[in-house]
């Protein structure tokens, strides 16, 4: 929904007779548009070093040179691919290929784990105090020891990513049945379900939406973790990519994979939304 145009300026006012989504397109490529002005502007006028702050044609020109063939420098005939002999696709692929191993097992584990805690009332209490406790940790705080377990190859990568996707998948699948109202149960049983009934054909249906919307947070956080999971040989990969150039101090390359990894959350965030109105049709129409 778009908030009223009443008090809007006559200029930022658009017709009425417009379909909702395209006022609301049109408002977002107007805000991108003056984001992307105003960005030009502080480097034109150099306020900011651009060494910190390049212009948005120097940050093109590195995504550019990052999915291309390029000189090694200019006067240079020897060419080589993309960046670490990697397009930046490919960097981005190889990030997205640990991201559904890792999240794809936490997915495994974590609602079938949850709707068990959430049936069975001691094994919640047994366990769901090390599901907080492993939910609170910084993903930092233990790759150091994940790479000692498991190496520095992709492994490590995986299995950080599983543990920051797997607490927040269960305990949202928790938190689903046990906000499954009990009237509905009752109402089940009165009607001679039985237990495994109850459990197929009404607490699972009920939890789906909590479910669907623990994996969403889940890979949302499991992919704001990736330049964490890249730090160590982390070539191919888009967090890995960020941290090199960042440390080559090559600011436009870095704020291309920024740019990158932001647009990549934004798609993976409405594939999942769009596919959990699709598995929950019901939902917010009772």
């Not at 658009?14 to 002005?37: C, D, E, M, T």
């Not at 120097?58 to 005939?77: E, I, L």
């Not at 499954?180 to 197929?200: D, I, P, T």
């Not at 390359?253 to 699709?278: F, H, M, P, Q, S």
Request: aromatic letters at 12%; hydrophobic letters at 55%.
């Amino acid at each position: 929904m778009i908030a009223d145009q009443a008090s809007w300026p006559q200029f930022l006012r658009l017709p009425r007779s417009y379909p909702p989504f395209v006022r609301s397109v049109s408002i977002r490529l107007g805000a991108l548009v003056v984001f992307l002005l105003v960005w030009w502007l502080i480097t034109a006028a150099k306020w900011v070093d651009p060494l910190f702050l390049p212009t948005p044609r120097t940050v093109w020109d590195a995504f550019y040179r990052a999915n291309t063939w390029h000189q090694v420098a200019p006067g240079v005939p020897r060419e080589v691919l993309g960046e670490q002999n990697y397009f930046l696709w490919e960097h981005l692929i190889a990030s997205l290929q640990r991201i559904v191993a890792g999240v794809g097992l936490a997915i495994v584990v974590g609602p079938p784990l949850g709707f068990l805690m959430g049936t069975v009332r001691p094994i919640a209490v047994a366990i769901e105090p090390y599901l907080n406790f492993l939910r609170a940790l910084p993903p930092l705080g233990y790759i150091g020891l994940l790479i000692v377990w498991f190496g520095i190859g992709d492994a490590s990568k995986i299995w950080l990513l599983f543990l920051a996707a797997f607490p927040a998948i269960t305990i949202a699948t928790l938190s689903g049945v046990q906000d499954v109202k009990e009237a509905q149960v009752n109402a089940a049983r009165a009607l001679g379900a039985s237990r495994v009934h109850v459990v197929s054909h009404v607490i699972l249906p009920a939890s789906l939406p909590a479910v669907i919307n623990g994996i969403r947070l889940a890979v949302g956080f499991a992919w704001t973790t990736v330049v964490a999971a890249e730090l160590n040989n982390g070539i191919p990969g888009i967090g890995g990519l960020a941290y090199y150039a960042g440390q080559q101090t090559n600011t436009a390359l870095t704020i291309a994979c920024i740019i990158v990894i932001g647009i990549t959350a934004l798609i993976l965030d409405l594939l999942i939304k769009y596919v959990g109105a699709w598995a929950t049709p019901w939902q917010g129409k009772a």
